[in-house]
């Protein structure tokens, strides 16, 4: 692989950084008081970028002048531990929520599959859909704009129904007085036709908008807007970063941690920031 350009397209843009490089922990001192010159930290999140973007393994990191994969992969697991990548997407969120960016109106809810070749420690189960291969399975929420709002993961067989009540619970960002947007819509496609999720929209303060199982698909109504759509869009979204596309991190805070960066992307984008 080639020198990778400054103006390649591949590097955290300059905007970015500066939301970034605040989370960042402070270096911790080398155990024996002499080492090589550090790498910067820019070089090596650029490396992370990198990673995430292509898919590529850490060691192909080495043939592209960014950083080397020993450096970016170190500093990754640092800031992983530090919650930087979480903390980069909940910035983000609380900016656009600042903003006014987010339409807490109508959520969106669904669930995604991927591969995971390698498994892992955990969250990993056998795909219904890829002949029980390995597989992980992503629940995402996202507001009326498809900005992400909370993702968790788990075994690709895990039924989506069993996954609403976490993702629902684990908001990146507090919603607003209910009084302030109710009715709160919450799209689902016919995966969540289950009395239980009926009651756990009503537990948690929502109206949920599900197509029943068995329902004719009928043609929508001119003047009415498509709402669930936007939660597959962003799925779309995330698969463009390759590295989540198939999942090669055998840890799963690994895996976890590139959706985090992925998703703080994708918001910092929606609220006119480059990504």
Known sequence: MGMVKQDDGWRLPDR????MEPLLP???????????PRVCDRAA?????????????????????ICSSSSAHRRFQEWVDAGVFEEFWMHGLLSAAALREIDWSWLSLDGAMTKAPLGGEKKIGPNPTDRGKGGVKRSLLTDA???PLAIVIDGANRHDMKLARPTLESLEVGRPSLLAVWPQGLCLDKGYDYPQIQQLALELGYR???RSRGEEAQQRQTGTRARRWVVERTHSWLNRFRGLLIRWAKKAKNHLAFLHLACGIITWRSIGLPG
Do not use: E, S, Y
């Open 16 to 19: 970015l950084w500066a939301q």
């Open 26 to 36: 402070p270096r911790k001192p080398h155990p024996l008081g002499c080492h090589n």
């Open 45 to 65: 999140m650029d490396a992370i970028l990198f990673v995430l973007r292509t898919g590529c393994q850490w060691n192909a990191l080495n043939g592209t002048g």
């Open 145 to 147: 704009h498809g900005i």
């Open 208 to 210: 949920a908008h599900i």
